[in-house]
């Protein structure tokens, strides 16, 4: 099964990946917009040979690293606590939805302003989409704890901290690690975008100088590289995701053999 999704997907890539190509030759579509596949990937293949692509890649890969883990960290923690502090949840709760409902893009030139141009003011954007994503998720997964097991766990004379061990940790494993998956997408995103408003090196920083000069393939090459970027790190998350939650019935088989 597994090798056949793979090879509809491989199809389907082709099959746009031509049909891109041969639209522009044919004249179709206009190359000044689009460019072609083959220009995308021999401009790819240019930055790689040079080495110019190298120190770019290593910048976003920093600040999206460094934004995910202060994110998550922070946004798992709050989200732990709040969970279990019902007062403090309360009159939290107002502030943390106003803060939630500020889009992240007018926090970009603030940041900028406070911080500078360097790594610190991209890590703050990053932050701020990573966190509120593993607050709520940390935050839902404590809350749907099974309170027959939470009950049992007591009267069985658990304390809080095994409670904390072996019965809400767990249970909001799943949750937590959920995401994971969309945090690491959200830091790479608040990376970019820092770097597109104001930066000296990333990859946002490359596609907003070839989109300066009208470099569509440049901007289209900076976006593949993205893109390829972002899928190694989510395959990563979920390789691990794999090796910490192998307790974890697999879809379809929770009610066991027949």
Avoid: C
Wanted: glycine share 10%.
């Amino acid at each position: 099964m597994r090798a056949r999704v793979r090879f509809f997907q491989a199809f389907l890539l082709l099959f746009l990946v031509l049909g891109w190509e041969f639209s522009v030759r044919l004249g179709w579509v206009d190359a000044f917009f689009f460019s072609k596949p083959s220009d995308i990937a021999a401009r790819i293949f240019e930055w790689f040979k040079s080495g110019e692509i190298y120190g770019h890649l290593w910048i976003t890969l920093w600040e999206t690293l460094l934004a995910f883990l202060i994110g998550t960290v922070f946004g798992v923690v709050m989200g732990l606590w709040l969970a279990l502090a019902p007062t403090a949840s309360a009159v939290l709760d107002p502030f943390i939805k106003a803060l939630n409902s500020i889009p992240r893009v007018i926090l970009a030139p603030i940041f900028t302003l406070w911080f500078g141009l360097g790594v610190a003011s991209k890590v703050a954007l990053g932050v701020t989409l990573v966190f509120f994503v593993a607050f709520f998720n940390t935050y839902q997964g404590i809350k749907e704890v099974n309170p027959v097991v939470l009950a049992n766990a007591r009267m069985l004379g658990a304390s809080g901290r095994q409670l904390l061990q072996h019965v809400y940790l767990p249970s909001a494993a799943s949750w937590i690690f959920s995401s994971l998956r969309t945090s690491i997408g959200f830091a790479v995103i608040g990376a970019v975008v820092g770097e597109y408003l104001g930066a000296a090196k990333g990859l946002g920083y490359l596609i907003s100088q070839a989109e300066g000069v009208f470099d569509t393939t440049g901007v289209f090459a900076g976006m593949v590289v993205l893109a390829v970027f972002v899928v190694l790190l989510d395959w990563a998350v979920s390789r691990v995701e794999a090796r910490l939650l192998v307790w974890r019935p697999e879809p379809g088989r929770e009610g066991g053999t027949v």
